[in-house]
Every structure is written in C-alpha cells, then in structure tokens.
C-alpha cells in the first residue's frame, strides 16, 4: 500500500484508510472477534490509517480498535473525534445530547480516548462537529496545547466551512479536514476542496462508498439490521433509492473496462482527485477490505473520470445524504 500526506507537517498514513465506525454503531455492528481480524487483515496489507471516535458506540468502537492494535501501536496511525455531548444512559444514538466543546470537555475526552485506545498519543483529533457556543479558536487553541503536551500529534476538523477553517489555521496548522465526499456527496468540491488546497490542508472523506450504495450491493433496506441509521436517511428510502440505481448501472460499462469492482472504481475516482485526499471507507468483512484495497492501484483516464462526473453531477442525485436535524450539525 502506497503512502500520502497529510497537511503541511506532511502528516504519512497508507493511502487509503479504514473506517471503523461500523463495526460498532450505525450500521449494526458486527461481531468483535470478526472486526479485530478485519482490522489485523488492513494492518497486513498496509491499510494503517485508522479512523474512530468516542461518539461510535458511543465509546465502544474505540475501544473495540485498542484492542485490535495492541502490540502494534508502531505500525498504525489512530485518527479520532470528540465534539458531541453523551448521556450515560441509552443506547447508541440517543446518547448523543448535541454538541460539546468546551476546553473542559475536549480534555475529558481525548483522556477517554487515550485510555480506551490504551495509546499514549492521538495522531490525528478531530473536532467531531463544530460547537456555535465555542469560538473555533477557543478549540483550536486546546487542541494546540495537547499538542505541546504530547497527548495528540496532528490536528483535524470535520464537516467545516471555508471560513471556519482559515479561522483555525490562523490558530494552528490543520492537518486535515474530514468530511462526506463521494461520486453522490460532491459538496465539498465548491466550497471546501479549493481552501484546503490554497492552506495546504489535506481531506479526509468518509463514506467515500455512499454508505454501502455505491458499491451496487444495496437495492432496498431488506439487508439492513433494525438499528441501521441508514433506514432513516432520505438517500436511503426506496424511491430514492431506485432512481440513484439507474445512475449507479452506468458505471457498470466503465468498471467492465477497468476489470473491476463498483466499489473500486468509487474509490478511485475519490483518490483521483488530489494526492492528499485519503479516503477512510468502512469494512467489517475482510473480503471486502481487499476488494476496497485493491483501488488504491487502479488509475482512471481522465475521459473516464470526467464521464463519472457527468453522471453523477449533484442536481442528479435524489434525496438528501442526512436527515435536515443531522444537516444543521453541519457547519455552512
């Protein structure tokens, strides 16, 4: 697995990474004992840039990753989040009470996410979310003096606007900004995209495969478990859905060209878009991780790529990627 950087320290991690938020929450979950041979398999073949935050589970799926890395803390780069006030009570999504970041609060957790990941240091803190109630300087200032006090060695933010992040890196330097992008979630490429290249910010996208669409693999709703998030999302309801398909069996013809699967063709129009993008696509089976690893090879022509463009040019994608109380978390 090839390497990229991230930001201006030139930040390395594996050109492509893992998301490990469905192996814990969101998606269903999956079996422990499956997930750390998932996350042992990416190690195998150089996948070491892994992505968590306290909020999956919540807390679980940190937990669930320091398990997987014991005794290999020296092979992989551990990226996570912090940014949401959790209840101590409920059950996954409902222990999420809004936005917290507070200097308090960020201390507090990044000591949990050191304890539960059994790491003396962060590689990459995201900010999760941004808090209206706390002046992005305010936070990036915390994170600035983790920083100097050897708890964190690089510093990222999610879901931000432009404004936002000129603010930030006026504080510190941002290593990378972490946002939704994919053939269907195209946002940041009119807003985001052109600031962190112009401030030598690297991006991060998760859900570079849709959420599982993209892939071709998911029709309807049938496969998803009771407590899959995706059942609420309006990109995910059947009407939706169908429409999106026929977008989707366009790229069958390109993918037949390039002898491949949906999935990597996906991720390869992802990475194709700038060597410091690095997308973090989530894989609970190990079959599945192989076939995603299998785009960090593959090069697209530039006809191709302009063609997946057409396709799935934003005005036509149906239905919205978060519900409108998940948007107003994002920051315009």
Not at 230 to 237: G, I, K, N, S, V
Not at 320 to 331: E, H, P, V
Request: proline share 4%.
């Amino acid at each position: 697995m090839k390497t990229r950087y991230l930001g201006k320290d030139k930040f390395s991690v594996s050109a492509l990474g893992l998301g490990c938020m469905g192996m814990s929450f969101a998606y269903g979950g999956a079996e422990e004992s499956q997930s750390i041979k998932t996350i042992h398999a990416a190690i195998d073949m150089g996948i070491t840039f892994l992505d968590t935050a306290e909020v999956y589970g919540p807390f679980d799926n940190e937990t669930l990753v320091g398990k997987a890395i014991k005794g290999m803390r020296d092979k992989v780069q551990i990226a996570t989040k912090f940014g949401f006030r959790i209840l101590p009570t409920g059950n996954g999504l409902e222990r999420m009470a809004g936005v917290d970041s507070r200097p308090e609060h960020i201390r507090e957790a990044v000591e949990g996410s050191l304890k539960r990941l059994n790491i003396d240091t962060i590689d990459l803190l995201y900010q999760h979310r941004i808090d209206p109630a706390v002046p992005i300087e305010d936070v990036v200032g915390t994170m600035a003096a983790l920083i100097k006090e050897g708890k964190v060695r690089h510093l990222g933010l999610s879901e931000v606007s432009a404004d936002t992040l000129r603010r930030a890196c006026k504080v510190h330097p941002i290593a990378a900004v972490q946002s939704e992008y994919s053939l269907w979630s195209r946002e940041p490429e009119s807003h985001i995209l052109p600031v962190c290249r112009e401030l030598g910010v690297g991006f991060v996208p998760y859900s570079p495969l849709g959420r599982g669409f993209l892939t071709g693999k998911i029709t309807d709703q049938s496969g998803f478990a009771n407590d899959d998030f995706r059942r609420d999302l309006p990109r995910f309801q059947q009407d939706a859905m169908q429409k999106n398909q026929q977008l989707l069996s366009k790229l069958q013809s390109i993918a037949g060209k390039y002898h491949c699967s949906l999935a990597q063709l996906a991720l390869a129009w992802v990475m194709s878009k700038q060597e410091d993008i690095v997308p973090i696509p989530g894989a609970r089976k190990i079959e599945h991780l192989q076939d995603n690893a299998g785009a960090a090879g593959l090069r697209i022509s530039g006809g191709d790529i302009h063609l997946m463009d057409s396709i799935f040019q934003p005005e036509n994608i149906h239905g919205l990627r978060y519900s409108q109380g998940d948007l107003a978390l994002i920051d315009q």
